[in-house]
């Protein structure tokens, strides 16, 4: 059964940072690209970043562009979300969500953990 | 950037109805690169159709997926219960990877 578990979520003043964790299981973690997508309160979503199975390949959104970074360890099933001088508009649930192929290009998200909430405010 | 247009916003049927829900495409979505995905209050979204018309894993058929270029469909063809819910579709034919805005199907 694949299962991710979202961790690192909480309270932050605008412009602190924070540092988002999830702990993949249940599928080959290597073999996949894997995504961050957010949903602020009573919101729809958007898709924050997604990084290739090696780490070749990199993409963000172009409101996070510049203050967060992706990154992944195989060795550690895991995959992380470094946010840097976040804004109100940052606040939202942010999943964890693999993606449906080895590459970040094309991705549906076919498996989602529960989120973890990030507050921005002062 | 794909901006997408679901309608209607919000339906309201009965159990054992056909729903219909639409999303169109500000330009034409390649490869037909189209996904629609269920989200449950407090719960995460789940993928439905990917492809304009493939079933996930274990998604039932009364769900099925159509459309191409930039007007696609999802259709349910009797609701139960549990389908009651929030809907969104995904385009990943061009980054950014977008989703519209949500159709609810509530209980009529």
């Known amino acids: 059964e694949v299962q991710l578990v979202e961790s690192g979520g909480g309270l932050v003043q605008p412009g602190r940072s924070l540092r988002l964790s999830c702990a993949a299981s249940g599928f080959t973690f290597d073999d996949y690209a894997m995504h961050w997508v957010r949903q602020a309160p009573g919101k729809g979503l958007e898709w924050v970043s997604g990084i290739s199975w090696n780490s070749d390949y990199i993409g963000y959104a172009a409101s996070v562009k510049g203050r967060f970074t992706i990154s992944r360890d195989n060795a550690k099933n895991s995959l992380y979300l470094q946010m840097n001088s976040l804004r109100a508009e940052d606040m939202a649930l942010y999943y964890c969500?693999?993606?449906?192929?080895?590459?970040?290009?094309?991705?549906?998200?076919?498996?989602w953990g529960q989120g973890t909430l990030v507050t921005v405010s002062s | 950037e794909i901006v997408l247009t679901q309608s209607p916003g919000t339906l309201s049927l009965s159990p054992g109805e056909r729903a219909t829900l639409s999303c169109r495409a500000s330009q034409s979505v390649s490869s037909n690169y189209l996904a629609w995905y269920l989200q449950k209050p407090g719960q995460a979204p789940r993928l439905l159709i990917y492809?304009?018309?493939s079933r996930a894993t274990g998604i039932p058929d009364r769900f099925s997926g159509s459309g191409s270029g930039t007007d696609f469909t999802l259709t349910i063809s009797r609701l139960e219960p549990e389908d009651f819910a929030v809907y969104y579709c995904q385009q990943c034919g061009s980054s950014p990877w977008t989703f519209g805005q949500g159709t609810k199907v509530e209980i009529k």
């Open positions: 969500s693999k993606g449906s192929r080895a590459t970040v290009t094309n991705p549906y998200f076919d498996y």
């Open positions: 492809d304009a018309s």
